[in-house]
């Protein structure tokens, strides 16, 4: 352990031991941003640097896990990455399957797919769907791996199941209109049953959502970090932890 890594530790340490563990949000989504960056600023690949973002993961988790955090959604793969060269979506494509079978395999925590399965690889679908299985009676954190997932298009999914759910019941379009309020739709979701997030962290110095989550975090707090996602450190975390802490929601009030 060098010196650098050393006042790291220390500093870590000091981060945790003043973290109000009341104040923990209990759910936390991430834009795990700048996986092909950091690759280019070590002289690297691009295949590379996903390798490397996919095994901060267990790390991430593990973190959440120490905190008490109950629900982690993991931006993975959005609709708009399918617009990658072949030759980049490939190899991601079979790094976010051995994430999942990871995940899975791992033991403490529940694994639930939030995006559009119909768009997803045959092989990568049915990965996700044995995770999805092998874990559902484990009672640790809930993770949503968001993998063909658009905020956009998670609304218009929503927006289709519910009237689809009601054209079944025989509901007129008359009927729906006197009834449909956001309650409604957010059953629909991919998160239906789960809170919504309360911190967003962004990775990479970039301040947007791209997308993301975009119905379940209208009233979420956002920490935007500089660091690449591979180098997400511990402290990072905690930091992040720390500035949701400080801050007094207000939910419009």
């Not at 999805?132 to 484990?138: D, F, G, I, L, P």
């Not at 063909?148 to 209109?177: C, F, N, P, W």
Request: with cysteine.
């Amino acid at each position: 352990m060098n010196l650098r890594d050393l006042v790291y530790g220390l500093y870590a340490r000091r981060v945790e031991g003043r973290l109000d563990h009341s104040a923990v949000p209990g759910h936390i989504g991430v834009i795990m941003d700048g996986n092909r960056r950091w690759a280019k600023a070590a002289g690297s690949t691009t295949v590379h640097g996903h390798r490397a973002g996919a095994e901060k993961i267990s790390e991430f988790l593990g973190w959440c896990s120490e905190t008490d955090v109950e629900v982690v959604t993991l931006w993975l793969l959005s609709t708009d990455n399918f617009d990658r060269p072949q030759d980049e979506l490939g190899p991601l494509l079979g790094i976010i399957e051995n994430v999942v079978r990871t995940l899975a395999a791992d033991g403490r925590w529940r694994v639930h797919h939030v995006g559009t399965p119909d768009i997803l690889p045959a092989q990568l679908r049915g990965t996700i769907k044995d995770a999805e299985e092998s874990t559902a009676h484990v009672d640790g954190i809930t993770v949503n791996v968001a993998v063909g997932y658009g905020g956009r298009q998670e609304i218009a999914d929503a927006v289709r199941s519910m009237l689809l759910d009601h054209a079944e019941k025989g509901t007129s379009m008359e009927e729906l209109a006197e009834v449909v309020d956001t309650d409604m739709i957010g059953r629909h979701l991919y998160t239906s049953d789960q809170p919504d997030p309360d911190l967003v962290i962004r990775t990479s110095g970039e301040q947007r959502l791209s997308g993301f989550m975009l119905w379940q975090t209208a009233h979420s707090e956002y920490y935007f970090c500089e660091v690449f996602w591979p180098a997400f450190r511990k402290v990072d975390f905690l930091r992040a932890l720390r500035d949701y802490a400080a801050r007094h929601r207000r939910y419009g009030g």
